[in-house]
């Protein structure tokens, strides 16, 4: 058990803190849905992902009396390279040692290096039932953004994962978003406008807008019908086509108003 006026400290994880940074996760692996991995993390696995942690992408320890009690990383949220700007968090603490804020300062760390390395965005997956880590990163200014249901099969049954968000905001856009009534630690007003609603209606939320059709070409009659004599009569490599016009106020037939999207 460890002592009330312990020292935690921060630092750059090492090469050397592999085998203390597996053994603390692959905890997690062997009782919880905390990670979905399901098979322990070896030491060379462990070296290597530490290797190839280099910035933007960090990982970090938090070492009282010299020992790693827990440790933290930013990761690549997609290999894919228009989602540089995101990373995604981890943060793990050892059993004997939570509820202590070790996890707390671990994470404000993790946003501080975050900001500095000039990311934009970092993502948390959470299994919905891990509400001590919910609570960790709502505390830190993340926002929920959905829910994943039933994508994890762990322990002979399904977990929903839910999907936080923490945007860094200059200050500006933050004030902008609080003008506009919004307030940025909590917002997640579509989420709120729709939780809970149809199906139907989550999904028109969640739509986003059509691109502007192209101009009907084709030698259906009903399109025929629609077509100015004109630009019919001219054909392949005539003129392009005229839409026809609509009297100002005419109702269009056929076409809907589509809600605008994200
Ligand atoms: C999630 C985890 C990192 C939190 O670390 P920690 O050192 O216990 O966190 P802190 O002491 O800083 O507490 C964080 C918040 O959780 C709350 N909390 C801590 N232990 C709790 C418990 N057993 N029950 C309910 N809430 C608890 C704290 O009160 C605090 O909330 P507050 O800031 O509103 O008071 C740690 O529990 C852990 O390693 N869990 C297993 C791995 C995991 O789930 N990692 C996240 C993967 S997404």
Same mark, same amino acid.
């Given at each position: 058990?460890?002592?009330?006026?312990?020292?935690?400290?921060?630092?750059?994880?090492?090469?050397?803190?592999?085998?203390?940074?597996?053994?603390?996760?692959?905890?997690?692996?062997?009782?919880?849905?905390?990670?979905?991995?399901?098979?322990?993390?070896?030491?060379?696995?462990?070296?290597?992902?530490?290797?190839?942690?280099?910035?933007?992408?960090?990982?970090?320890?938090?070492?009282?009396?010299?020992?790693?009690?827990?440790?933290?990383?930013?990761?690549?949220?997609?290999?894919?390279?228009?989602?540089?700007?995101?990373?995604?968090?981890?943060?793990?603490?050892?059993?004997?040692?939570?509820?202590?804020?070790?996890?707390?300062?671990?994470?404000?760390?993790?946003?501080?290096?975050?900001?500095?390395?000039?990311?934009?965005?970092?993502?948390?997956?959470?299994?919905?039932?891990?509400?001590?880590?919910?609570?960790?990163?709502?505390?830190?200014?993340?926002?929920?953004?959905?829910?994943?249901?039933?994508?994890?099969?762990?322990?002979?049954?399904?977990?929903?994962?839910?999907?936080?968000? $923490?945007?860094? /905001?200059?200050? !500006?856009?933050?004030?902008?978003?609080?003008? +506009?009534? &919004?307030? =940025? *630690?909590? @917002?997640?007003?579509?989420?709120?406008?729709?939780?809970?609603?149809?199906?139907?209606?989550?999904?028109?939320?969640?739509?986003?807008? $059509?691109?502007? /059709?192209?101009? !009907?070409?084709?030698?259906?009659?009903?399109? +025929?019908? &629609?077509? =100015? *004599?004109? @630009?019919?009569?001219?054909?392949?490599?005539?003129?392009?086509?005229?839409?026809?016009?609509?009297?100002?106020?005419?109702?269009?037939?056929?076409?809907?108003?589509?809600?605008?999207?994200?």
């Amino acid at each position: 058990m460890p002592e009330a006026c312990e020292t935690i400290r921060l630092r750059g994880a090492r090469r050397s803190d592999a085998r203390a940074i597996a053994a603390i996760y692959n905890e997690e692996v062997a009782t919880t849905v905390a990670t979905m991995d399901t098979e322990p993390r070896t030491l060379d696995a462990q070296r290597t992902l530490l290797r190839e942690h280099v910035a933007p992408w960090v990982a970090i320890v938090a070492t009282s009396e010299g020992k790693v009690v827990g440790w933290a990383s930013l990761s690549p949220w997609s290999e894919r390279r228009a989602y540089a700007p995101t990373a995604e968090v981890s943060v793990y603490v050892a059993a004997d040692h939570r509820g202590r804020g070790v996890g707390g300062r671990l994470l404000a760390r993790l946003i501080e290096l975050g900001r500095a390395a000039g990311l934009h965005s970092l993502l948390a997956r959470i299994a919905d039932r891990n509400v001590v880590s919910l609570r960790l990163h709502y505390r830190h200014g993340f926002e929920s953004v959905g829910v994943l249901r039933e994508v994890g099969r762990k322990f002979g049954k399904w977990v929903d994962v839910r999907v936080l968000q $923490r945007r860094y /905001r200059s200050a !500006r856009a933050a004030a902008a978003e609080e003008a +506009r009534g &919004r307030d =940025p *630690r909590r @917002a997640d007003h579509r989420r709120r406008a729709t939780e809970g609603a149809p199906a139907g209606r989550r999904y028109a939320a969640e739509r986003v807008p $059509r691109s502007p /059709r192209r101009p !009907r070409t084709g030698s259906s009659p009903h399109r +025929r019908a &629609r077509t =100015p *004599r004109t @630009a019919r009569a001219g054909g392949r490599g005539s003129e392009p086509r005229e839409r026809p016009r609509l009297p100002p106020g005419e109702p269009r037939s056929g076409r809907r108003e589509l809600p605008l999207g994200p």
